[in-house]
């Protein structure tokens, strides 16, 4: 029997290929501008999704219903999410790494320690506009990233007190990397 717009959903729940063959020649072209569409960041996956639709149109013709909708509009919709389903892969793929395949970076430790000089050469630059106090205040909470309230108490200071002192530190502090930046 050969297929065309009034036989081919019943010859594919029947299981003959010639109303899948009707599908892919009639529809092909749109399913896979959508397929393309959702996947362009990864092209050469798209071929792959395109016959994962046409595969599922096969496996579940039994959920079109013809009068629910057309069956083009059911055909978008299994592309839509067998791409959808493309991109969820692909994203479990990439974040699941073999343990074979990973490096353990070795620490190198000059290198470290001269970026640590560079940092605290930089911060008590920045920091010396302050007073002793208030430097003692910014190096425990942002440097040693103590809370607030235990810096605080560690220097003698209210709760209140010390969020005072660091609003009018970060305001002396925005003031000297403005003249920084124009000099």
């Known amino acids: 029997m050969r297929a065309d717009e009034t036989n081919f959903v019943k010859l594919i729940r ?11 020649d009639t529809y092909g072209p749109l399913l896979a ?3 393309k569409k959702r996947l362009y960041a990864v092209p050469e996956r798209a071929e792959e999704c395109i016959n ?30 067998e791409a959808i ?13 073999p343990l074979e395949k990973l490096e353990i970076a070795q620490e190198d430790g000059a290198f470290e320690a001269l970026v640590s000089r560079e940092l605290s050469e930089e911060t008590e630059e920045i ?3 302050l007073s002793e106090k208030d430097q003692e205040l910014f190096r ?44």
């Open 52 to 81: 994962d639709v046409f595969l599922g149109i096969w496996k579940n013709i039994d959920c079109f219903d013809e009068r629910k909708g057309s069956f083009v509009s059911w055909a978008v919709g299994v592309a839509r999410l």
């Open 127 to 129: 920091l010396g506009c």
């Open 85 to 97: 389903d493309m991109l969820r892969r692909m994203r479990r793929e990439h974040q699941t790494v």
């Open 33 to 35: 501008s959508i397929v």
């Open 14 to 24: 029947e299981g003959k290929e010639a109303g899948m063959e009707f599908v892919i």
């Open 140 to 183: 425990r909470i942002f440097v040693e990233e103590q809370e607030p309230e235990e810096a605080g108490k560690a220097l003698g200071m209210t709760r209140d007190h010390v969020y005072v002192r660091l609003s009018r530190g970060k305001k002396k502090l925005r003031g000297k990397l403005k003249e920084r930046k124009r000099a």
